[in-house]
């Protein structure tokens, strides 16, 4: 692979260069962060200092913390995010460390790589002033929204970001590349646990974790989903491959079984997404992936006759996997599912006990296992909770038997082992009807009598039916428990089926929304080269069908004095399609709840505010006060409102329940100037900030909670086609298709990251034939990293094959 001739001279010369960059950059952007000042300062200085000294960890931190740092409903910024603060402060160490020992860096990528990303650059800068041009010129602010011209900054932003940061990425021999491909696997599986927790808090905090009736989807902390949108989505599609890496190169049980949660929690953030795109993504990624590492080592050494497991093998196995969960899910409900889940378990080690043992002791094991398990259940259903103790003491009793060592005399440890799994299975379908009662009998049995089936027939092969490997069991179970999952949330209430219900219709939507944002490149210049960066939100506003919007606000400003004027939607309206503009309150405020403020209208208009338990989207526990103010042609009129409702609850100390002051436009059309806010629960100081609006939109945040239409493409392709034309589209195109390419049929096919770069790439794309997820500047920024990294990506030595570091001595090479 052609790579850049930089010497040592051109290296320092261009790290300082980049260094000094980055710099200016990230102090310029610490030094205006609406809170906690100095913090963000001095954090970025200690956060350069840190990756000076640890080269090449940037790689696991940023993807880690990337789904964190986002506090756009606190801070009111939106062009910028704490995300850059920590991509800057990387870079400033990275190239400092350049600049310092230039022995270790290469800044070298290939030529492919250098002249796709030029073209990309020249598109974006091309779209971005294009952008300024039609947002009526360029003019910098920290608090602009989507109609201003800062949103062409904030979208191109992620690019020139990534391209930053790849020449860190470019290594100087094979112990290098591996460290490199290995740190940043790791950091994007670690990515995957945070997003998923922030899933797993919002769940817990704002809905029942097994509710799966409620409309309540899960958008983790990405802020970006306030206008709807796919960010959570996308984030899940981008990482979940590097979930399947550490299963796969896990070292001893303790990493499986970090690796096993880590799958399960991506799997429920997942689900709840209740996202068609991100179940029919993850059926085209996960698959692929699957069948790309097939030869890519195993997972564990099985032994020789470890039996491969085909397309066919795998199909059957989910099948009966749904098949069961199928038959207990409808009366037994979680706990029943979860008791199967438990046997399922056990199963799969049974039969390598039970292998060689002659059928009489079988049947004599089966029948005694029969008779005390009848035993048990009769006695323990006296008890308090008995049905769900005696499960427990049973799966742990017989887990232990097949996995402790051989104390017991070989002649009688397999009819034991045999005796206490149908215990366990009797025990599993006594939690299925205590829970369910007589009518969850019938289906608990049958799924039970298929696993003893499989069990039998496992015991009696001649060959074993499945791996003896506990990672590749640890894959099973993942799977058995994302089937569970997913019979779950379609089975679990209406709310999923209703979607997938409706899926045609919704899919007539998109395809009129399409074929609206391509009718809106009105110019030959248009077609050519887009509108510009990030003005879809601005041009359908005025090109909406039928004159409907969701609503807008504007600072404005006269004689020293600032305020907000706001605009209700311009179709019907409901409770959720209140266009808001809202702040973050602390968790300690407590109700009744009192708001003064002054308005202004040309024409009789309806006020509403409200303070909720809300995260992002969904309101609960809501105290609100309404009022109608007539024309004031001009004068400023006092209003006062006290909002009556039920007092919004902190929630638990482990899902704390965040709360939202908002204020909106109540009527259809109507609009208003409102100033002054002042908020307090019982004779407090005010609990609002910036309720003058002198500091523009600094700690407020708009929320559209139903209309998602008029702010997103809905299409990645016709998103970029909107912005940068046919030319940026085919630009972006060669670039995916190029990386696709190196990963897959060029130099970089025999990498062991090529298969999760795959599957990451894909994944993203499959997501984004429904939403337009390059709009989301964390999400574009990780995609373009992996996308050029790709590119100038090789094939290095023995791949690496565990968490650890491999130690060799590297063969000669061409350099990256």
């Known amino acids: 692979m052609k790579t850049l001739p930089f010497n040592p001279l051109h290296t320092r010369g261009l790290s300082l260069l980049l260094l000094l960059a980055a710099a200016a950059l990230g102090v310029f952007i610490a030094l205006h962060h609406p809170l906690w000042q100095p913090v963000p300062l001095l954090g970025f200085v200690l956060a350069a200092a840190w990756f000076f000294v640890n080269p090449g960890l940037w790689l696991v931190i940023v993807p880690a913390l990337l789904p964190l740092l986002g506090l756009a409903p606190w801070t009111g910024w939106i062009s910028f995010e704490e995300v850059d603060l920590l991509i800057l402060a990387a870079a400033v160490g990275g190239y400092a460390r350049c600049a310092y020992r230039t022995s270790a860096c290469s800044l070298r990528l290939s030529w492919s790589c250098l002249f796709l990303a030029g073209l990309m650059s020249i598109s974006l800068l091309l779209a971005m002033t294009r952008g300024f041009a039609d947002a009526g010129g360029f003019v910098f602010g920290w608090y602009q929204g989507y109609d201003g011209p800062m949103n062409s900054v904030r979208i191109a932003r992620s690019f020139f970001l990534a391209l930053l940061m790849v020449p860190l990425m470019a290594p100087q021999h094979d112990q290098s590349a591996t460290a490199v491909a290995r740190k940043l696997a790791l950091g994007m599986a670690l990515g995957l646990a945070t997003a998923s927790l922030a899933a797993l808090w919002e769940r817990l905090a704002f809905t029942d974790l097994l509710n799966f009736s409620s409309d309540y989807r899960s958008t983790a902390l990405f802020w970006e989903m306030h206008v709807g949108g796919a960010a959570l989505d996308g984030w899940l599609l981008l990482t979940f491959p590097f979930a399947i890496w550490v299963l796969r190169n896990a070292m001893g049980a303790p990493q499986s079984a970090i690796a096993l949660t880590l799958v399960g929690l991506a799997a429920y953030a997942s689900l709840t997404t209740f996202s068609r795109g991100v179940y029919l993504a993850l059926l085209v990624s996960l698959p692929l992936l699957l069948w790309q590492t097939r030869s890519k080592g195993v997972l564990g050494d099985a032994g020789d006759q470890a039996p491969h497991w085909g397309v066919v093998r795998w199909v059957v196995a989910i099948a009966c996997l749904a098949a069961m969960a199928r038959l207990v899910f409808p009366y037994g409900g979680y706990r029943g599912l979860l008791a199967l889940f438990g046997v399922v378990v056990v199963a799969l080690s049974t039969p390598l006990v039970l292998r060689n043992t002659p059928p009489g002791r079988l049947l004599a094991g089966s029948a005694v296992g029969f008779l005390l398990g009848a035993l048990l259940v009769v006695f323990s259903n006296f008890l308090p909770k008995g049905p769900y103790v005696l499960f427990a003491l049973l799966f742990f009793s017989v887990f232990g038997l097949l996995h402790a060592p051989k104390v017991m005399a070989v002649r009688f440890r397999p009819a034991i082992c045999l005796g206490g799994f149908v215990c366990l299975a009797l025990a599993a379908a006594n939690v299925t009807g205590h829970w369910g009662g007589v009518e969850a009998l019938p289906g608990s049995c049958l799924a039970l009598a298929m696993l003893f089936l499989v069990v039998l027939v496992g015991a009696l092969a001649r060959q074993p039916l499945w791996p003896a490997d506990w990672r590749w069991q640890g894959g099973l179970l993942t799977i058995a428990l994302v089937v569970s999952g997913t019979v779950a949330v379609f089975f679990g209430g209406a709310y999923m089926g209703d979607r997938f219900s409706t899926s045609g219709q919704d899919l007539d939507w998109r395809l009129s929304h399409w074929k609206q944002a391509v009718a809106l490149l009105e110019t030959s210049g248009d077609v050519a080269f887009g509108k510009g960066l990030g003005r879809f939100p601005a041009n359908y506003y005025f090109a909406a069908p039928n004159g409907a919007s969701p609503g807008a606000y504007q600072v404005r400003g006269e004689g020293g004095q600032t305020w907000?004027?706001?605009?209700?939607?311009?179709?019907?309206?409901?409770?959720?399609?209140?266009?808001?503009?809202?702040?973050?309150?602390?968790?300690?405020?407590?109700?009744?709840?009192?708001?003064?403020?002054?308005?202004?209208?040309?024409?009789?208009?309806?006020?509403?505010?409200?303070?909720?338990?809300?995260?992002?989207?969904?309101?609960?526990?809501?105290?609100?006060?309404?009022?109608?103010?007539?024309?004031?042609?001009?004068?400023?009129?006092?209003?006062?409102?006290?909002?009556?409702?039920?007092?919004?609850?902190?929630?638990?100390?482990?899902?704390?329940?965040?709360?939202?002051?908002?204020?909106?436009?109540?009527?259809?059309?109507?609009?208003?100037?409102?100033?002054?806010?002042?908020?307090?629960?019982?004779?407090?100081?005010?609990?609002?900030?910036?309720?003058?609006?002198?500091?523009?939109?600094?700690?407020?945040f708009f929320t559209s909670d139903h209309e998602h239409l008029p702010w997103h493409a809905k299409n990645v392709l016709v998103n970029i086609l909107f912005d940068q034309g046919a030319l940026g589209l085919t630009v972006f195109l060669v670039l995916t298709l190029g990386a696709l390419w190196r990963l897959n049929l060029g130099k970089a096919r025999g990498h062991r990251l090529s298969p999760y770069l795959t599957a990451s790439i894909i994944g993203f794309l499959a997501v984004g034939m429904f939403d337009s997820l390059t709009d989301v500047p964390r999400l574009a920024f990780i995609y373009y990293l992996l996308v050029l990294y790709a590119l100038s990506l090789v094939a290095f030595g023995p791949p690496p094959t565990t968490l650890q570091a491999t130690r060799q001595t590297p063969p000669p090479r061409e350099a990256v």
């Open 564 to 700: 907000l004027y706001l605009t209700g939607a311009r179709h019907p309206m409901s409770f959720g399609d209140i266009f808001r503009v809202s702040q973050r309150l602390d968790l300690a405020a407590q109700g009744p709840f009192v708001l003064d403020l002054k308005v202004r209208a040309n024409a009789d208009v309806g006020i509403h505010a409200e303070v909720c338990a809300k995260h992002l989207l969904y309101s609960a526990d809501c105290a609100i006060g309404t009022a109608t103010i007539k024309a004031s042609k001009g004068t400023w009129q006092p209003v006062q409102l006290r909002l009556e409702g039920k007092a919004s609850a902190g929630g638990p100390w482990y899902a704390p329940r965040l709360k939202m002051f908002s204020v909106g436009i109540l009527n259809q059309g109507g609009a208003a100037d409102v100033d002054d806010l002042v908020l307090t629960a019982g004779g407090s100081d005010n609990l609002l900030a910036n309720g003058d609006f002198g500091q523009e939109m600094q700690r407020w």
